[in-house]
């Protein structure tokens, strides 16, 4: 999180700036810049400045700034197959993780074929007729970040002697 704040004057000049954040003080800097990591995604936290002259006792904190951290953003969706061949009436359970890590892992699922196989919103796809089909996992905050698992149906085996 990268902080910045207008300079103020003192008779005297300013030492440094002491930032806060959440009512702690975290840091003095000499400039009116402040880089602070190792936050959680998705958190506010309030961040005040006070000014340390080099004369003096220091500013009150300043108003108070809200700030809420974003997401990790995601860059792949990987599944654990890219193709699956069923039988008419199986099941198959797509597991698919979003990386990095941190990113959300939310996904959405789509079948090209919904005659062929059908996919529920947890992944678990049903075939349902012989054919192919083409399930598309898709990161559910970021669609354009997905992959695909092939998926071929075949009609059962009839028992020996039919």
């Known amino acids: 999180m990268s902080l910045s704040w207008d300079a103020v004057a003192f008779n005297g000049g300013i030492k440094e700036y002491e930032v806060y954040r959440d009512g702690v003080s975290i840091g003095t800097r000499v400039g009116t810049s402040f880089a602070d990591s190792g936050l959680t995604q998705l958190t506010t936290y309030k961040y005040q400045v006070r000014a340390i002259p080099n004369v003096g006792d220091p500013s009150p904190l300043s108003a108070e700034l809200s700030v ?3 997401a990790t953003e995601p860059t792949s969706v990987n599944v654990t197959e890219s193709s699956k061949t069923l039988t008419v009436g199986d ?3 797509i597991n698919a993780t979003v990386s990095p890590s941190g990113a959300d892992q939310n996904v959405t699922y789509t079948s090209s ?3 062929t196989a059908t996919v529920s919103s947890s992944g678990l796809v049903t075939a349902k007729a012989a054919g192919t089909t083409t399930i598309t996992v898709a ?3 970021k669609p354009s970040v997905k992959t695909t698992v092939a998926i071929t149906v075949n009609e059962p085996t009839p028992p020996a002697g039919e």
């Open 91 to 93: 099941t198959y359970q």
């Open 139 to 141: 990161s559910k905050v």
């Open 113 to 115: 074929s919904t005659a």
């Open 68 to 70: 809420t951290t974003l």
